[in-house]
């Protein structure tokens, strides 16, 4: 049996990588909640830079995970066997302070590039720590879906982008 793809090796992935990229801030493989001031610091603060930066990495809003049985299984009433193929989609949503008077919309329009890119640069990312990501066969392009402002607790206004990726590999077979 061959190794599959799942959802937390590739959020893993996926998190590993936009950490190979310089001045990204925070890194989670989750989405946070943000209910204050202290929330919004805890988990976006960007010691290195002193400034509010940070990711998150969801499944996308749509088509998560679709999954395709291939030909030749016929294993009735048996579990473990199947050809499996499966479409993974994921967001990763960035959060930058917002610095009107030091340009902070551009500062952040170019590492929200330096990630897109740096994604695109592979045919398929690696996995956390180094190798082949299992079972992933192929990678789609990370596409910048959305890049504007969001508001934390009624309050707190920063840069917003979402990219989204896709994934197909083998999960079972």
């Known amino acids: ?14 998190a590993a990588l936009i950490g190979t ?4 801030g925070q890194i ?15 988990f976006f603060w960007d010691d290195t830079n002193s400034r509010i930066c940070g990711w998150m990495i969801a499944p996308a809003l749509s088509g998560t995970a679709d999954s395709v049985r291939n030909t030749g299984f016929s294993g009735y009433g048996l579990k473990g066997g199947g050809n499996v193929m499966t479409d993974f989609a994921f967001q990763v949503e960035g959060i930058f302070g917002l610095d009107d008077a030091n340009a902070s919309e551009e500062v952040f329009g170019d590492l ?3 990630v897109a890119d740096e994604f695109n640069s592979y045919g398929v990312i690696p996995k956390a720590g180094g190798g ?17 402002y969001i508001t934390f607790a009624n309050t707190f206004l920063c840069h917003y982008a979402r990219l989204e990726l896709t994934f197909n590999g083998r999960t079972r077979g």
């Open 112 to 114: 929200v590039w330096a």
């Open 1 to 14: 049996m061959s190794v599959a793809a799942t959802p937390v090796s590739l959020r893993a992935a996926i």
């Open 21 to 24: 990229v310089a001045n990204t």
């Open 28 to 42: 989670h493989a989750r989405r946070r909640v943000v209910r204050s001031e202290n929330d919004l610091r805890r």
């Open 132 to 148: 082949v990501l299992p079972g992933v066969t192929i990678q789609g392009p990370c596409n910048i879906t959305q890049f504007g």
